[in-house]
T-cell receptor
Framework: GQSLEQPSEVTAVEGAIVQINCTYQTSGFYGLSWYQQHDGGAPTFLSYNALDGLEETGRFSSFLSRSDSYGYLLLQELQMKDSASYFC???????????????FGKGTKLSVIP | EAGVVQSPRYKIIEKKQPVAFWCNPISGHNTLYWYLQNLGQGPELLIR????????DSQLPKDRFSAERLKGVDSTLKIQPAELGDSAVYLC????????????FGPGTRLTVT
């Protein structure tokens, strides 16, 4: 089966940088996604890594190392509005060809403090 | 562009009662997903549709849950009868194709079974 591990909670100061790690175990790995979810809101897509390396999108960056089954989300210049839960999700074909199932981690609750 | 629409947003029912959730995906999105999210957990896939065909329903508890996507557009998820353990948020998501890595989520229906 698939399993993902990420820290349950992280606290960081406004304006700082925070890194949220994710390690995974899966078969038929296709890529690692990150989603943001504010309390009571819908998960929203942040980034996707299919290959090793760093992907940058504005203040957010995501990194993947397939050999280490590891990735992270980097948030820079933290703002209060970044307080939310962040989920890593593995995209795999374990359920069969053409089945791009997304398996989510339990999420990391980020609290940004003044 | 309108996002994924779900209704109702909140539902409170007594155990053993039936309940139904409705989802309208983003226009033109071929693939529709139903997820269940328990408090403090990541979304878990229940069923995935490609057009009107359910192509991955291995996680759907078929004794009490059913879903349909008539005409390949909007979809309904039903629980009959509901149990206390069904209390959760039911999320609908859509993507342009089955291989598109970005999924767009609706706001969810928060179900409380008493």
């Amino acid at each position: 089966g698939q399993s993902l591990e990420q820290p349950s909670e992280v606290t960081a100061v406004e304006g700082a940088i925070v890194q949220i790690n994710c390690t995974y175990q899966t078969s038929g790995f296709y890529g690692l996604s990150w989603y943001q979810q504010h309390d009571g809101g819908a998960p929203t897509f942040l980034s996707y890594n299919a290959l090793d390396g760093l992907e940058e999108t504005g203040r957010f960056s995501s990194f993947l190392s397939r050999s280490d089954s590891y990735g992270y989300l980097l948030l820079q210049e933290l703002q209060m509005k970044d307080s939310a839960s962040y989920f890593c999700a593995v995209r795999d074909g374990a359920s069969g060809a053409g089945s791009y199932q997304l398996t989510f981690g339990k999420g990391t609750k980020l609290s940004v403090i003044p | 562009e309108a996002g994924v629409v779900q209704s109702p947003r909140y539902k409170i029912i007594e155990k053993k009662q039936p309940v139904a959730f409705w989802c309208n995906p983003i226009s033109g999105h071929n693939t529709l997903y139903w997820y269940l999210q328990n408090l403090g957990q990541g979304p878990e896939l229940l069923i995935r549709y490609e057009n009107e065909e359910a192509v991955d329903d291995s996680q759907l508890p078929k004794d009490r849950f059913s879903a349909e996507r008539l005409k390949g557009v909007d979809s309904t998820l039903k629980i009959q009868p509901a149990e206390l353990g069904d209390s959760a948020v039911y999320l609908c998501a859509s993507s342009l194709t089955p291989t598109t890595y970005e999924q767009y989520f609706g706001p969810g229906t928060r179900l409380t079974v008493t």
